[in-house]
């Protein structure tokens, strides 16, 4: 079972998502067999953000000084065996997922389901450094959202 602490420093996001707590917490229920750890109990905190602040910690975590639509920080590179794991944070601007700013909010979740599965991907280990690497992850992307998209009407 996968536990999302959700945190918000941006306003915003509560006209466009609402019960955000509950939505990301349905949204793991849906995710494949493979990534929901049915037989432990996995945490991990969801930070949304805006451009200014993503920006601030792209710079102090990655060096490079510029906003982006999601960071994510895996807590450790490996799985562990415990029965309860946390798996990182992962960090979403509000600004990159309300482009256009006409978006309806079915479209606003999807999109940010879309950058929250890629984000939960990442904690996991994923990578698209390298062409193949990016197709692997992309098609896994793919998967899971194809498997949580019913719950997002």
Known sequence: MIKVNVLSEEKSWSKKLKKKEILFDQICKYFPKKFRFTNKIVYLTLLLSNNKKIKILNKKFRNKNK?????????????????????????????????????????????????????????????????????????KEQKIFNSVKKILN
């Open 67 to 139: 906003h982006t639509d999601i960071l994510s920080f895996p807590f450790s590179q490996k799985i562990q065996k415990s029965k309860e794991i946390y798996l990182g944070d992962i960090i979403i601007s509000f600004d990159y997922m309300n482009r256009p700013k006409n978006l309806t909010n079915k479209v606003f979740k999807e999109k940010t389901t879309k950058i929250f599965i890629h984000g939960f991907l990442h904690l996991l280990g994923y990578d698209h450094f390298k062409d193949k690497d990016y197709k692997k992850m992309y098609i």
